[in-house]
């Protein structure tokens, strides 16, 4: 078998093992949509929203909906591992580090897109507002692969702290910044269009290809000893 | 005569200004199995998982068949078998899953008949399907044992892989440690329980304080004089 065969049969094999155990007790995709979803609610409920508003805060109650509901999951990402012990396991096979994190990001952005794909409905329903959902996908799928790349970085960075829960955000939300930035103001040019936008969907991009390519380079420092 | 199979020379470990490993020299040839005994806290599981390439030495080098192991990290993974004191396995997924999984990582071909051959050998064929989460502590620890043979590795670490096991198990250790070392393979393994070591070894190794600081054929010694004088090295 070739070094790249088995490079994606190792990143198959590790995907296929987190989804079959997260659909086997669904946990976490649960306490995600209900984040999402009790987030699109309160932020329904606590802004006075007329028509000439809505454009400019509804798309940044989904964001933060996305984002906060992201930050449920991303945590879990290697400190599953590591409190089940199984990361020794997984990091004394012969797994490339790289596969290691091209499979647990892939399982992220699937996790995230799972709530985002329940999470839009009830958003479009809630804020009464017309989303056109073929221009949204990539906004979506750009936005998500960001925070998924920079979140899957830090999961096994804070995977071993007690504290976790509290340095995920804080190290987290800054670097995201411009991707969150980036998907508000391109989702909300999808409910008016204003001229002269800078290219926020190619802004995204680049990011992602940055984050991707740092995280791909640095995880193997973080994860092995 | 060719050298040994492995080979640690000076070998040191700290966790932040403890020094937990002190130096350590230790030849293994290959077809040997090394009984690692020393009090809790003295280094031993350091050392397996310093060999297990989970942990970066401090000083000094690790040689496989003459390689430097830092060189080639993936080339000491694919040789290595390792079972800890606990099983680690994957709770949602059935003994089989975990097992398919990890020889999808070692890249094992047709990983699922070997998996189903190994279960057979150490009597968990019938649960293969079922949950790792409702077996006993005893079958879990045979279920890391098959997972650690799964890819016929080379060197053995096993770290008191007796834990948990009823007299059935251990017996079943003792034929797996035999099978490997009669198979050329090598076997270091850390136990508490001094007939064990005796059994199951051909040679024992007694680290103390970050060094070894004796080390004999263990078909050479006495097992009640070497219990006393271990009894005051450990105290």
Known sequence: MSELALFFEQVWAILWKDLRSEF??????IGMGMFALLVLIIFNFAFD????????????????AFVFASLLGLGRTIAAEREQGSLDRLLLSPVSRKAIYLAKLLGNVLFIG????VAVPVFAI??????????????????????????????ALTASSQTREMLLPILIFPLIVPIVIGAVRATGSLMIAVSNEPPWLGLIAAFDVIFLSISLLTFEYIVDE | MSGPYLELRGLKKSFGLKPILRGVDLDIQRGERVALLGANGTGKTTLLRLLAGLLKPDGGTICLEGVDVRREQQHLRRQVGFVGHQPYLYTELSVLENLVFFGHLYGVKQSEAQAMKLLEQVGLGQRARER??????GQLQRVALVRAL?????????DEPDTGL???????????LQTQAAQNGVVL?????????????????VLHQGRIVFQYASAALNMESFRRAYQKVVQ
């Open chain 1, 24 to 29: 086997r007790n669904r946990q976490m995709l």
């Open chain 1, 49 to 64: 929203l007329r028509v000439d508003n809505k454009a400019a805060v509804a798309p940044g109650a989904l964001w933060v």
């Open chain 1, 114 to 117: 799972i709530v985002e794909l």
């Open chain 1, 126 to 155: 809630l804020f009464d507002v017309p989303l056109a959902t073929g221009l949204l996908i990539p906004i979506v799928l750009l936005g998500t692969l960001g925070i998924a790349a920079v979140g899957t970085l830090f999961s």
């Open chain 2, 132 to 137: 790792v989460g409702v077996l006993s502590r």
């Open chain 2, 150 to 158: 799964l890819h016929s590795p080379d060197l053995l670490l096993f």
């Open chain 2, 166 to 176: 009823d007299d059935a198990g251990v017996a079943l250790l003792e034929k797996t």
């Open chain 2, 189 to 205: 393994f850390t136990t508490h329980q001094l007939e064990h070591a005796f059994a199951f070894s051909d040679r024992m190794v």
